[in-house]
């Protein structure tokens, strides 16, 4: 099959129109043409009609399908913008339509795990680099597609659709997927920058998860601002050390998808990590959290693979080590930030 | 269980050599040296961003090191004039740089002209000097004479030197997919890429392409081979051109990529070693000089564009692993392998393969005594590292169709970039290794000297690699019952991989484990002066060359046996 038009004139594919995909596909539409895909006929049909998606409005242009076939055959250029949950479903089901000339950027912040037989994540003790992947992975080993890239940085989709300043970061081995990414989504009030260290990109946002349920414990505690700053900054540290040991650089920890998420995240009541910490904080148990939560915090899922991996690897990584016990063995919030004030952090940064 | 090996000799695919791409080239060969010189003189140019200040500065730091290897480095293959080539090039750059007057782009025109020379002369120098006549009877020569050394050796009886009995194919196990590669030799061209751990390899892989009815391949050999005479000649009888890695200079560099690309265009069949050199360690490649290999990427694209992509201008790989008991030049491999990593700066290319009196007493051993070889062909690919059917069409993983062209094509058209083929170059390096573990084939002498070199690696734990090898001889002794224990666990490993289609292994590990160990230690590195394992008077394992145990032990590297000591 060969693409008979440039992509100037075919249209930008955004599958998934859930909060994020929505704001993304409205910026997209201010200079291109652009195709929703949606799962459901009646989200289609409103989209099509009423040119809103579950309520949220999209841009009077953007026409939506039910078909990856279509999606995929009349676009060249794909950003997948699906919860971590469906990622591997929606990438499975889009598959066949994908080719070697589609470039595809996501924008999900999580981790898929390949479990041997038998296993199960909640009871999983070891965990290898080479059982889990990052979407990108996914991506790669689900599909013909290679040319792959990420979008991650603090982009609150409330803010985004507000119009307020941001940025982001399109990350991917190939210049080529950089540079689309910042040419078709570069504007006055959104600035894009680029990164060829994907899979530390990646993990920068997924990682920030875990910090951010620390971060939502210690509002729950009602401590301060110092103790705020102590958190993000051993949380970075951390984050580097993890993003090391499991592929990335740790430089790009110290970037928008880093720091500049976490910052974002352990400030934002919206988001669902944090909400958690605090919940937690305040005497609710995980399990009483979950069930009032219509989506899971990914952070939990996160918490749950990096101690795994952890384990496997023989690091250590004391935050994410306690939130594992508060999440799962009982440990108190209180009895965990003791810890953690006693843990010999010996030297300031030592991973630059 | 009996080997299943190639054991008739194919028909030769085209039958008339005229047809052979190999000779084609040959026949153009004046046409095709002057359009890689040129080719290679626009892509430095491209390369250097069209600034005459930085070519310059780039003709001055070659003729520099040209200077210096001549003066530290001379080989007897070095043709006479070069001396005077390099001074004529210097005294070029001194005029030039006395002429201040020039305007820019004249100035860049006076660097280009003495580039044109280095370029035109490397692309000589690397150039293959292929003749049919001369290949047809070195393949009589081989074939004739190392089969009668065979049977002179394994027959008995007066007659013995002219039987026939046995063949180089008893000898040399071909097996795997030889059929696909001979199909696929008329669909399009072809790029193999062997493991690489002794220098009689692109003499095996010369032999088994024509068992196999190949036309001739054309590789590049280090240009050290062609020290030897014997070599020299099978070399350029077989198509070799020359690569010499003394000059690590950019123009050198670009202008071998140039001839490689511009030779697969051709349609001529390659031959890279993608480790580069011999492997040290006697590690299966793990980390491919990427260099050549992407030449095959960039040639893939250019057909592409040129819109003959497919049929004849379809790119496969076939990784090939050649499975060695006894690799002649192992102590010196593994002695350059420590001094490398044990920090040592200075390390010269030097050649012990050095007379063609030691290569002829190690034929002769070979061939009388009995230490098998065999070669298996993998599966074969295309340049994004997609497996692909009888007829040539890639498939991925689910079999669905695949179409190569896609991954050059952004905006619709195939597209240069050369930023994504250095991303797809290092994908289709890790599948080759990946290939490699799957393909290699592991023999009894692999198995003992592994587990006997973890054993003791356990017994000394608190010891690296090089205090080991200094360990007095009489500490060295391996008890046999956990030896054998030892050897039981690792083989079943290798089965339960086996099963898995993650590693190949021979039918001689099929016997019981004592045949098995007395298999592995009469065949372990058999001809070295010091065997790397023997069995002492009360029957356990000893070693009289630690380091050489480590070099074998090593070809089961990367497969994660050691978590089981």
Redesign the interface.
Known sequence: ????????TNPVGVIGVGSFGTAVANMLAEKSEVMVYARKQEVVDEINAQHTASGRSLDPSIRATFSPEELCESC?VLFFMVPSAAFLEVTRLFA?HL???HLVIHGTKGLAVQLDPGEALDTVKKLRRSQILTMSEVILQET?A??VGCLAGPNISKELSLGQPAATVVAS????VIQQGQHLLRSERFQVYGNSDIIGVELSGVLKNIIAIAAGALAGLGLGENAKGLLISRGIVEMAHLSKALGGSASSVMGLAGVGDLVTTCNSQDSRNFTLGYRLAKGETLEQILQTMDEVAEGVNTVRIVDAFIKTAGIRAPITENLHRVLFEDLSIEESLQFLMKYPFSVDVDFV | MEENYIKHQYAPILPKKDEWPVVKLARERKEFILKVAELSEERIIGLLGKNPDVLKEELETTLYREKLRIKQNPWDVDPDDEVDFWKEIKSNLLQLHAEVALSKTKRLDAYQAVLKKITSRYAEEISSNFKASHYKFTRRVVTYGFSRLLNAARVKGFTSFFSNQYTLQDKIQITGQTDQIRDLATKGTIVLVPTHFSNLDSILIGWILSVLGMPPFIYGAGLNLFNISIFAYFMNALGAYKVDRRKKNLMYIETLKTYSKEAIQFGCHSLFFPGGTRSRSGIIESKLKLGLLGTAIEAQRANFQKGNGEGLGKIFIVPVTINYHFVLEAPVLIRDYLSMTGQERYYKENDEFSTSYKIFKFLLKFFTKGSDISVSIGKAMDV?GNYVDQEGNSR?KWG?L???R??F????KVTV?S??EE??TQ?LGKRIVEEFHKINRVFSSHLVAFVAFELIKAKNQKMDVFDLIRLPQEDIVVDYQEFKTGCQRVLDEIFALKTKGKIDAAPHLFKPMDDIIAHGLENVGMYHAKRPLIRDEAGNLTTEDLSLLYFYHNRLHGYDFEKLF
């Open positions: 099959m060969t693409l008979k038009n440039s992509s100037k060249a066949p080719h070697p000339y013909l290679v040319r081995k190939y210049n080529e | 994004m991925d669905r695949v179409d190569t896609e991954y094509v952004s905006e619709g970039d930023q994504r991303e797809y994908m």
